[in-house]
Each structure stands twice: as C-alpha cells, then as structure tokens.
C-alpha cells in the first residue's frame, strides 16, 4: 500500500497556516518518517492521511486512488499514539481483541489474531493482566499488538515512544523497526527526536516552517542536508556553523574567524561571504602557544568514550568539537583548532551550495 501526498495544504483558520504543499510518495512497505521541531505540523499531517483532519488544499492518495474524502474507517489503516489509550477495565488480550470485535470477525479469527500478535509482541505470558499492572513498555507493546492485530497494510504512528524512559526508548525502537520488517507494513511514523529519525527510518521528511525541508535516506539528510536547518537539527553535539568571506585576492580562497582561518576550494566561489558547515568531528584541536592559537577553551564535558569541547575562536565564533576518548583542556587553555575535509557552504538564506574543499590544506 503506497502512500502519497500531492501539494497538501492545512489552514486551521485564517490565522493558523501549518502546512502548505507538502509533496511526498511513501513506497510500499516502507519505514517513513516524519521530523521537525513541536509545532510544525506533523501530527496535523499523519491525521490528514488518517483521515480524522480534513485537509485545505491537496490530495491524499492511497494506492493511487484519492481518499480526501475517504472516512477513517474506509482508509484500512491502524494509529499508534502517544497515549496508547487501552482500556483499563479490560485485560491485555481483550484490548487487543477490542477493535476486532467492532469489525465482526469470526471468534476463531479474532482468537488466531489477538494470539498471533500479542505472540509477536512478547506479551502472551501477560495476556490475562489488566493495564495498571503492565509496565510502561508493556504497555506501549499492548498498543502495537492492536496494530499488529488488525492486520492493516498501513500503520501510522504519532510519537509512540515519547513517554518511556532513555533505556526503554532504544529496546521499543529494536522492536517496532523489526515489526515493521516482519509484517512488510507501509508505516509512517512522527517523532521529534532525530535519533529516531536517524536509526529508524527508510526515508525521512524533514518538516519545519510549513515546508518540507528535505525528504531523503538518512545518510542522504546527515551527509548533503539541504540547507542549514536541516544541517543544525541532526547530529549531536550540532554542527558549528562559521560565517566566511572570499579572499579578494583568490576567489578559491574563503577566510574566516577575523581571517587567520582559511580553505582553498576546488572551485570559484560565487558569492562574496557564506557560511561554513563543520561537524564537531571533523574539526582537530591542537595545544597551542598562546601566539599559535587560534581560539581559547571555554569547557569540556567528558562522555566516557569521548571528549566534547566547547571553545571560542580569536574571531569569537563560538565553536563545539569532538575527539575520541578522554581529553583534559584547562579553563582558557589556548588551542589550535584546524578543520577536516568534510564541509557543508550554506548561502545566505541557509540554502545549502554544492562547493568542494581542494585535498591541499592552506590553513
Ligand atoms: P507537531 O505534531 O509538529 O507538534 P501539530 O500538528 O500538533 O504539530 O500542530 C501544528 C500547529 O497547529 C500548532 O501551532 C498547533 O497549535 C496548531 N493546531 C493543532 N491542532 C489544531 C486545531 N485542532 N485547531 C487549531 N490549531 C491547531
């Protein structure tokens, strides 16, 4: 079951303008993901495919056929919630039997589904169990049953994991990606947290502004973002973002931190100042002399398998980096900061402009 999205609007009313043309195709059996910061609209896009908000302008297609008017019932897809709602009078296998019995399926159909997936879940040891004496995991697992057991080819997902904790948050994700592969659903699934995003998805749409930002693999998002919002929303520590100015005696040449920075590119570059994109990784911090340096300590944090450092260039561009392992800086050290190959150059309006760094390192 395919899935696509044809320059969708949402206009709440005259004042609340969310979404406007949102364009993407879901395949088949695929993981997509939906990201942006609260508030820009990605529940108000999976309820428009769902069915339960009516769209403005646009169309939503499944398989093909238009279902802007199609009522929710009629699309033949499940939602995963945040609130998994399951009902608390009744016992693990009965809230998943629940939606089964509305349907008017066999009692031997019912029977084989609810026991299939709660199997599927690892559940079927606590089918008898009521809601309050299920952990919260559990009880997200309860809710993916209902999905599994309605055996929709679609499945929509807002936030699921959003009320467990850090721990639990990476087993449930193991488990909805292989559900996911196991059953070959089409799922299309909301979250805010780019790490989801990231270890997750198939294809990701990026969403910020009313616009979508980017669709694209998550390597294709974290290695060629489209422009700087997308670049400064994944990746953590962020990426350090430099603004630059083309040398006026080389116009290979880009200057930056008060010019006692450079990079030579393979070619011209076009416009007069831009804005450099570096992840903490790429960037190598030396000590220095003080007459060397190029930027002083500000802190370090120590993760256990490596050493983020915050730190300011002489410019007083403030900068993040990331080396392996346990690095000790004093307060105010001074440092030579040098930076890799990989690099992102932004325009002005953050729009990200193909450049290349020549193999030669000037700096
Ligand atoms: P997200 O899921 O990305 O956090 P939402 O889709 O929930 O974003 O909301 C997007 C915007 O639409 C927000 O500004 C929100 O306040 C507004 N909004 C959501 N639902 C309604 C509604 N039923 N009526 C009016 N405005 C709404």
């Known amino acids: ?28 059996g695929e993981f997509f993901v939906i990201v942006g910061p609260s508030g820009c609209g990605k529940s108000t896009l999976l309820r428009m495919v769902a ?17 802007n008017e199609l009522p929710p019932k009629a699309r033949k897809l499940t939602m995963v919630f945040q609130n998994y709602a399951l009902y608390p009078f009744l016992s693990v296998w009965d809230n998943v039997a629940f939606g089964l019995k509305a349907r008017k399926l066999s009692q031997s159909d019912i029977q084989h ?12 040891d606590l089918s008898k169990r009521k809601p309050r004496e299920l952990s919260g995991g559990q009880r997200q697992r309860v809710a993916l049953a209902r999905a599994v057991a309605s055996d929709a080819d679609i499945c929509l997902m807002d936030e699921p994991l959003s009320n467990l904790d850090a721990q639990l948050r990476i087993k449930m994700r193991q488990e ?17 947290d780019q790490v989801e995003a990231m270890t997750m998805a198939d294809h990701i749409m990026v969403l910020n502004d009313q616009h979508v930002q980017q669709i694209g693999t ?40 008060t010019n006692n920075m ?18 903490p990784d790429e960037l190598t911090v030396a000590r220095a002399e003080s007459v060397d340096s190029n930027a002083v300590v500000k802190n370090t944090e120590f993760l256990g398998n490596e050493t983020i450092i915050y730190a300011t260039l002489n410019s007083g561009d403030d900068v993040r980096a990331v080396l392996p392992g346990q690095v000790s800086f004093r307060g105010y050290e001074p440092i030579k900061i040098g930076i890799g190959s990989h690099l992102l150059f932004f325009d002005n309006d953050g729009k990200q402009i193909a450049l290349t760094k020549e193999e030669a390192v000037h700096a």
């Open 1 to 28: 079951m395919s899935i696509s999205l044809r320059n969708v609007r949402k206009d709440y009313d005259q004042q609340t303008k969310v979404l406007e043309s949102v364009s993407a195709e879901v395949q088949t």
């Open 51 to 67: 069915g339960l908000t009516p769209i403005t302008d646009g169309e939503v297609r499944i398989n093909n056929q238009v279902v």
């Open 113 to 124: 589904r609810v026991d299939n997936a709660l199997k599927m879940v690892s559940l079927s």
């Open 176 to 192: 909805i990606y292989n559900l996911q592969r196991k059953l070959g659903l089409t799922l299309i699934y909301v979250t805010h």
């Open 218 to 257: 998550p390597s294709e998002i974290y290695q060629h973002p489209a422009n700087e919002f997308v670049a400064q929303f994944f990746g953590t520590p962020q990426i350090n973002i430099l603004p630059a100015k083309r040398s006026t005696q080389n116009n290979h040449i880009l200057t930056f931190a």
């Open 262 to 279: 450079q990079v030579a590119l393979n070619e011209e570059i076009p416009i007069d100042s831009l804005r450099i994109g570096v992840r």
